[in-house]
């Protein structure tokens, strides 16, 4: 089985069709015409919830990524860039 890389945009921009959007995409174009697996995450349509500093990712230091208390979708997110 062939190893394929893989490009993760993370694009912040509030704007889903604006010129961030447009320039990630083609950047995203030329990764995938060279064969690579591309993906775009844009966090405004995700869950994300601000950190409530309870620590308890610092208790788990042998992890790849540690636990966290706040069930939202940046545990997944965190996971496809890994």
């Known amino acids: ?3 394929t890389k893989k490009v ?3 694009n912040g921009s509030c704007r889903r069709t604006g ?3 447009q320039l990630t995409e083609a950047a995203l ?3 995938a015409s060279v064969g690579m697996d591309t993906e775009m995450i844009f ?3 995700n869950d994300i919830r601000y950190c409530t500093n309870c620590l308890m ?3 788990d230091l042998d992890s790849e990524i540690a636990p966290c208390s706040i069930n939202d979708d940046m545990g ?4 496809k860039t890994v």
């Open 1 to 3: 089985m062939e190893n």
């Open 43 to 45: 966090l405004r349509d």
């Open 57 to 59: 990712c610092y208790k």
């Open 29 to 31: 174009e030329g990764a």
């Open 8 to 10: 993760i945009a993370i």
């Open 19 to 21: 010129t961030t959007t």
């Open 76 to 79: 997944e997110i965190l996971r």
